[in-house]
């Protein structure tokens, strides 16, 4: 029996149909992982209850010795001087925000315990970068230039010891100890991306970044990174990164960032009018030893 064949207008037809049918349901799963992205925003972005705010201002505005220690995870700890940097119009130093990456990392480690499909994080001290790239070298004509070598065994610490086996891997950076940015490198989607609440693209970094990525899977490996042009370099837009409108709230922004980022959850929830509400996270945060889920 012949099968009779379709006119070409009608095979046309179909093909535009079916091409519209998964263009839509495309749109449709967009839209619906958008939507449960910013539902995971707004959870975070939750009001502190009564008992909190109590806890979190009696601690930020509380009289004691100034290197009292008032939280303690492993080997960080937060002295009394340090947690008060979290009031309003304070820059924060590196013991707050390192101790902040900390609970972050703890609340990684939960969220991949109750899902078996989820890669682990890690969250780099702002010394990996110093030391990436010389920061502060003795030697004039050293300081600021890459060297893998400084870094190599770092990545004995994290999750697996295996960078390529991270989802994420997130690194603070102070800027010549004046500013607080960051960079996340999403290791199985092969993209690199600079944030930074004043603006600047951080083009530097995030070179410095991919040859890290590349030297480590030559070290570790003993192979050339594969495929390495398909890595994608995303420098900081400041059309769509929230910006600080003042000149001390740069550790908060970068704080903010990490914990958003490494939830998947958009960063248009963030914004200088929430950022004494931030503040007031970060700090309940470090108090709780885990950041808020």
């Not at 998964?22 to 799963?29: F, L, R, S, V």
């Not at 920061?135 to 010891?161: D, I, L």
């Not at 490996?221 to 600080?244: F, G, I, S």
């Given at each position: 029996?012949?099968?009779?064949?379709?006119?070409?207008?009608?095979?046309?037809?179909?093909?535009?149909?079916?091409?519209?049918e998964a263009?839509e349901?495309?749109?449709?799963e967009e839209?619906a992982?958008?939507?449960?992205?910013?539902?995971?925003?707004?959870?975070l972005?939750?009001?502190l209850?009564?008992?909190?705010q109590?806890?979190?201002r009696?601690?930020l505005?509380g009289i004691?010795?100034p290197n009292?220690?008032?939280?303690?995870?492993?080997?960080?700890?937060?002295?009394?001087?340090?947690?008060?940097?979290?009031?309003p119009?304070?820059?924060l130093?590196?013991?707050?925000?390192?101790?902040?990456?900390?609970v972050?990392?703890?609340?990684?480690?939960?969220?991949?315990?109750?899902?078996?499909?989820?890669?682990?994080?890690?969250?780099?001290?702002s010394?990996?970068?110093?030391?990436?790239?010389?920061?502060?070298?003795?030697?004039?004509?050293m300081a600021g230039?890459?060297?893998?070598?400084?870094?190599?065994?770092?990545?004995?610490?994290?999750?697996?010891?295996?960078?390529?086996n991270?989802d994420?891997?997130?690194?603070?950076?102070?800027q010549?100890?004046m500013?607080?940015?960051?960079?996340?490198?999403?290791?199985q989607?092969?993209?690199?991306h600079?944030?930074?609440?004043?603006?600047?693209?951080?083009?530097d970094?995030?070179?410095?970044?991919?040859?890290?990525?590349?030297d480590?899977?030559?070290d570790?490996?003993k192979?050339?990174?594969p495929n390495?042009?398909?890595?994608?370099?995303?420098?900081?837009?400041?059309?769509?990164?929230p910006?600080?409108?003042?000149?001390?709230?740069?550790?908060?922004?970068?704080?903010?960032?990490?914990?958003?980022?490494?939830?998947?959850?958009?960063?248009?929830?963030?914004?200088?009018?929430h950022?004494?509400?931030?503040?007031?996270?970060?700090?309940?945060?470090?108090?709780?030893?885990?950041?808020?889920?």
């Amino acid at each position: 029996r012949v099968q009779k064949r379709k006119h070409p207008a009608v095979v046309e037809y179909e093909e535009k149909w079916r091409a519209k049918e998964a263009k839509e349901k495309a749109e449709a799963e967009e839209a619906a992982r958008a939507a449960e992205a910013r539902e995971r925003a707004s959870s975070l972005m939750r009001p502190l209850t009564e008992e909190e705010q109590y806890r979190v201002r009696h601690i930020l505005n509380g009289i004691g010795p100034p290197n009292e220690i008032l939280a303690q995870v492993d080997a960080d700890s937060v002295q009394r001087v340090s947690m008060q940097r979290l009031l309003p119009g304070q820059w924060l130093n590196d013991e707050v925000i390192h101790f902040f990456l900390t609970v972050l990392s703890k609340r990684d480690e939960a969220m991949c315990a109750n899902d078996g499909t989820k890669k682990r994080s890690h969250f780099f001290k702002s010394y990996f970068m110093s030391k990436l790239l010389n920061e502060g070298h003795s030697n004039p004509s050293m300081a600021g230039k890459y060297e893998y070598r400084n870094v190599k065994r770092w990545s004995k610490k994290v999750p697996g010891k295996d960078i390529f086996n991270l989802d994420k891997i997130c690194f603070p950076i102070n800027q010549g100890g004046m500013h607080w940015v960051c960079a996340v490198a999403y290791m199985q989607d092969k993209r690199i991306h600079f944030y930074d609440s004043l603006g600047s693209d951080g083009m530097d970094y995030l070179e410095a970044i991919m040859q890290y990525v590349k030297d480590e899977h030559k070290d570790k490996k003993k192979a050339p990174l594969p495929n390495d042009d398909e890595w994608e370099l995303v420098p900081c837009d400041p059309r769509t990164t929230p910006r600080q409108l003042n000149g001390f709230d740069c550790g908060v922004f970068t704080c903010m960032f990490i914990d958003f980022l490494s939830k998947d959850c958009p960063l248009d929830f963030l914004g200088q009018e929430h950022i004494t509400q931030c503040r007031e996270r970060i700090a309940l945060s470090i108090l709780n030893g885990t950041a808020i889920m």
